[in-house]
Structures are given as structure tokens and as C-alpha cells.
């Protein structure tokens, strides 16, 4: 079955173009879900949209993912409150675009502290609970991006690399105690990660040519992955990537 119900689901960047659907999906399926986002706008719309549905278990921290120190603070402060994590969901990015000879070596820095230290802060509050459980699912959100293709995103695209690989290492090393750990690599979606590009009805020809589908996806599409991979549907799934970008890379 894929169920989530009853399970608590940290999801960061929950309140983004493609977290909101997620989110939303899981309180639709009986899940608590506790929202780390830093953009009140876009929380005080997840927060209306789950008020005007009636659902419940929505607990939203608008948190500073750089600051990993407070991080750590807030989520085990959390963790006490509410039983632990069953579900951890590492989402949230940022995506400067710029040449590479242009990047410092701390903007480098900074773009991995949040795309990939910061799950990492996550999956350690996160594991004692799944292990004393014997069960627990981690989904890392990877990205096109790390196939090649893109030039001016260095910083991003190596963030994205270390997540399959700490998805692969995590695999291994997890499972011994029932948890699978997986990643899940998005096309192009029409977000705001889009409007960094100058030219939209120019990117999204290029997003369709290269795609064997020929629409845009949908945030639909990713929650129903997402649904799957934090189910017991997946239960013997782990250390994998699946490629959800309507048929842009296959292998």
C-alpha cells in the first residue's frame, strides 16, 4: 500500500513551487508534516492552502538552513516534541548561476552548506528514532542538472552530485535497520528556480526538445514519486535514483 498515514514527514523547502503539492498530498494522506521553509510568503500560502482543505498535522518552522548549529538546536527540540521523524525529505536549495571562475570559494561553500550540510543535519536528527523503529525512509531531491548540460551552475550541480552519493552511502549503511534511503532527480519544472534563465519561452522550447514527453511537468508528478518513496510500496527500494523529467535522461 502506499500509505503514509500516521508517519511524520520532515520535508525541507515544503513551501516551494514543488514542495507545496508534496506537502499537501501527505496531510491529504493522514501524515503530520513538519514544513522547514524561510520564505513567509510562500508559507503563509502553503499555511491558507492546508486551512482551506481542513488538514491537519502542518507544523511550519521557517528556519535559516545555513545557520547549522540552530539547525540542529530546533529539529532535536522538535524531534522531543513530537516522537521523532519517520520520513526525511531533503529538498530545500539554493541555485546561484554565474560563470565558474566567477564563484568564490565561499559562495561555493555556502551553496553546499544548505543544498547538502543541511540534510545531512537533518538524516542525524532523524536516524536514532528510524532506528529504534526499524523503519524509516530518506528521499534526497537530486536534479537533472547533475547529468551535465548546463553551464554557469557548478556550485548547485556539485551539491546535487554529493546527494546521490550520499544516497548511495546512506543506502548501505541504513539498511541493516529497515530504512531505505533514495533520490529522486527532477527535469525542468516550471518554478521560481526558472527565473534565473532570461529567456522562458526560449528555455522552455529547449526543456520540450529534450524531453521525450512533450509537456512540462507538473508538481503532481513529483509528490506522486515522492508518495511511493515514503511508503511501504517502496519498501525494497533503496540506494536508487529515479529520474523523474518526462524522459530527458535514460540509463
Known amino acids: 500500500m502506499t500509505t503514509v498515514a500516521n508517519k511524520t514527514i520532515l520535508y525541507t523547502g515544503a513551501a516551494g513551487g514543488l514542495g507545496t503539492e508534496t506537502t499537501l498530498s501527505f496531510l491529504r494522506a493522514g501524515a503530520s508534516v513538519v514544513a522547514i521553509d524561510n520564505n513567509p510568503e510562500k508559507i503563509a500560502n502553503l499555511m491558507a492552502l492546508a486551512e482551506q482543505e481542513g488538514l491537519k498535522g502542518l507544523v511550519v518552522k521557517a528556519l535559516d538552513l545555513s545557520d547549522l548549529v540552530h539547525l540542529r538546536q530546533q529539529l532535536d527540540t522538535i524531534s522531543a516534541e513530537i516522537g521523532g521523524f519517520d520520513v526525511v525529505i531533503n529538498n530545500a536549495a539554493i ?9 568564490t570559494l565561499e559562495e561555493h561553500q555556502a ?28 528521499i534526497n531531491i537530486a ?87 515514503a511508503s511501504d510500496a517502496a519498501s525494497f527500494v533503496t540506494g536508487q535514483t529515479l529520474n523523474v523529467d518526462g524522459g530527458w535522461v535514460m540509463h
Not at 95 to 103: I, L, Q, R, V
Not at 117 to 133: F, N
Open 95 to 103: 541555485y546561484p548561476s554565474k560563470p565558474f571562475e566567477d564563484y
Open 143 to 229: 536534479s537533472v542538472t547533475a547529468y551535465g548540460g548546463w553551464a554557469n551552475l557548478s556550485p548547485y550541480v556539485q551539491s546535487k552530485g554529493a546527494l546521490i552519493g550520499l544516497t548511495r552511502a546512506w543506502a548501505r549503511e541504513f539498511g541493516a535497520y529497515g530504512i531505505t534511503v533514495n533520490a529522486v532527480s527532477p527535469g525542468a519544472f516550471p518554478t521560481d528556480a526558472e527565473k534565473i534563465h532570461p529567456d522562458p519561452e526560449g528555455y522552455t522550447r529547449f526543456v520540450l526538445d529534450h524531453q521525450a514527453l512533450k509537456r512540462r511537468g507538473s508538481p503532481e508528478d513529483i509528490a506522486n514519486v515522492l508518495m511511493f518513496f
Open 111 to 138: 551553496v553546499q552548506r544548505v543544498n547538502v550540510d543541511a540534510g545531512i543535519v537533518c538524516v542525524q536528527v532523524a536516524l536514532p528514532h528510524m532506528r529504534a523503529k526499524a523503519w524509516g525512509r530518506i
